[in-house]
């Protein structure tokens, strides 16, 4: 899934920038409250390192706001509150 996200974000103009910010903050926002995914790679070295990452569930909720208008009727700071509260 994912494909309103990107077509919005490639499209550009002020749904693709407002979406580029509910994005941003939702990182930031996530990280502060130990919301992000963990994950393991290989380091340069070789060595297995742990990263964190965006919630791909999260962009399949994003798709859902940007199809219902949420993106274009709700502010960036309400729809990451909402995203960070779950699924409802």
Not at 40 to 53: D, H, I, N, S
Request: proline letters at 3%; aromatic letters at 4%.
């Amino acid at each position: 899934m994912a494909d309103v996200v990107l077509r919005t974000l490639a499209a550009g103009g002020q749904p693709g920038a407002k979406l580029a910010d509910v994005i941003q903050r939702l990182v930031l926002k996530a990280a502060e409250l130990g919301e992000l995914e963990s994950y393991q790679y290989l380091g340069a070295g070789g060595q297995l390192v742990t990263g964190k990452q965006f919630p791909t569930r999260w962009l399949d909720r994003l798709d859902v706001a940007i199809e219902k208008g949420a993106i274009d009727h709700l502010s960036i700071d309400r729809i990451v509150d909402i995203m960070l509260q779950g699924p409802r």
